[in-house]
Structures are given as C-alpha cells and as structure tokens.
C-alpha cells in the first residue's frame, strides 16, 4: 500500500538532467523530488525497529542547496503522520492523516541550510544526533545503520560519524516518509526535498564496511 505524490521516476534513456547525473553519464531509474513530493509507506513491524533490533537503510541522495527548499529539508523520517480511525460527530467512522505528538522513532534524515545533513533518533527525553557537511551538485551515498547501542553515519563509504545511544524504545506508529516529514493539517507534504533519490534500501541488519563499500 505503497503511494506517493509528485514525483518524477526518471529513466536513463530519456535525457533528463538530474541532480548529479547527467544524459552523458549511464543511469538506472530514479526519483526526483520536488518541495511538494513525497513517498508514503504505512506503518508495519518489518520497518518499526525496536531497540533490540539492528538495521542500516543506504540511498543515493542529489540535491542542489540553491534550489532545495525549506530551508530543512526531509529525506526519510517516520515520526509525524499515520493513518487514523476517528468519529465524527455523526457518529461515523472515519480513516483520516492524523499527525502524532510523539517524541520517539527509529530513524529521521534531513538536509539542514548550508548543505548539512543530519541524522536522528530518540528515545522520546534523549536525541541522539550525527551532523556533517553532505557535498553539493552531486550524488552521494548515504548509509545510515544502528548496531547494538552505536548510531553510525557513512557517506560515500567513509564512516563520519559514530554516537551511542540510549538503551530505550523508539518505535512509534508513525508512517514513514520519503521525501518530506510527513502531511501538514492541511493534507500537503511538510519539510519537502527538492532533488534525487534512487537506490533506496533498508536492511534488518547492520552491516560491515566491506558491505557499506560494496
């Protein structure tokens, strides 16, 4: 029940100029994202770690700070907005968005102004936080993982940062989201990112450098 809003899946042989990948350099299909994009997966228990459990989610990630916008800008995060029974006053049920005030989940990527990237996840009092300078007008690799208490960052294969988090939950029952932060009251796509993404993939599994290289 995979749905998504905005995008644009590009393929190779159509010529398109894509952030960082270029006609004249070969390409698979990928994704471009606009401030009004996003990509929706609905809450399941393959993709709501628990603390006990390990995982890496890795991405080609293009992006261009003169025309990515917001300033913050969302490229996966799974702690705003779910799907939600509620009753009307009619007395009807009714499957809305409703955006959870919650504190805690698993995962949260962001491009901050100046080309910052930001990584994140909280147990709902402690957020753990890797920052780094993500470089420009290109594609980079983006390899984010959790094994056992160690929070780590890689971008293009090169470790740039490890934290320890707490031993606490952070699961939620958020959606995920590619692309934004979620839906605003009014329905529209929160935080969106204006660039490229191609080659998404999470594993229930740490990985190891050779892997992360490879």
Same mark, same amino acid.
């Given at each position: 029940?995979?749905?998504?809003?905005?995008?644009?899946?590009?393929?190779?042989?159509?010529?398109?100029?894509?952030?960082?990948?270029?006609?004249?350099?070969?390409? *698979?299909? !990928? #994704?471009?994202?606009?401030?009004?994009?996003?990509?929706?997966?609905?809450? %399941?228990?393959? $993709?709501?770690? +628990?603390?006990?459990?390990?995982?890496?989610?890795?991405?080609?990630?293009?992006?261009?700070?003169?025309?990515?916008?917001?300033?913050?800008?969302?490229?996966?995060?799974?702690?705003?907005?779910?799907?939600?029974?509620?009753?009307?006053?009619?007395?009807?049920?009714?499957?809305?968005?409703?955006?959870?005030?919650?504190?805690q989940y698993p995962y949260d990527i962001r491009i901050l102004e100046g080309?910052?990237?930001?990584?994140?996840?909280?147990? *709902?009092? !402690? #957020?753990?936080?890797?920052?780094?300078?993500?470089?420009?007008?290109?594609? %980079?690799?983006? $390899?984010?993982? +959790?094994?056992?208490?160690?929070?780590?960052?890689?971008?293009?294969?090169?470790?740039?940062?490890?934290?320890?988090?707490?031993?606490?939950?952070?699961?939620?029952?958020?959606?995920?989201?590619?692309?934004?932060?979620?839906?605003?009251?009014?329905?529209?796509?929160?935080?969106?990112?204006?660039?490229?993404?191609?080659?998404?993939?999470?594993?229930?599994?740490?990985?190891?450098?050779?892997?992360?290289?490879?």
């Amino acid at each position: 029940n995979v749905t998504a809003k905005n995008i644009l899946i590009v393929p190779a042989d159509k010529g398109y100029s894509v952030i960082g990948k270029y006609a004249e350099n070969p390409y *698979g299909n !990928t #994704v471009l994202f606009n401030s009004a994009s996003y990509i929706r997966i609905p809450n %399941n228990d393959t $993709l709501n770690f +628990k603390r006990s459990e390990d995982f890496a989610i890795g991405m080609w990630v293009g992006h261009d700070t003169a025309i990515t916008a917001p300033a913050t800008a969302s490229i996966l995060t799974k702690r705003t907005t779910v799907k939600k029974n509620i009753t009307t006053r009619k007395g009807l049920n009714q499957l809305v968005d409703y955006n959870l005030p919650i504190t805690q989940y698993p995962y949260d990527i962001r491009i901050l102004e100046g080309s910052i990237i930001e990584c994140r996840t909280s147990d *709902g009092s !402690t #957020v753990t936080s890797i920052k780094t300078d993500l470089p420009e007008y290109t594609v %980079n690799h983006i $390899l984010l993982q +959790k094994i056992g208490s160690k929070f780590e960052l890689y971008i293009n294969g090169e470790n740039v940062g490890v934290r320890t988090i707490p031993n606490e939950n952070f699961h939620n029952e958020a959606d995920i989201f590619i692309g934004s932060t979620g839906l605003t009251n009014n329905g529209v796509a929160a935080e969106g990112f204006n660039g490229s993404i191609d080659e998404f993939i999470i594993f229930s599994k740490g990985l190891t450098p050779a892997e992360i290289t490879q």
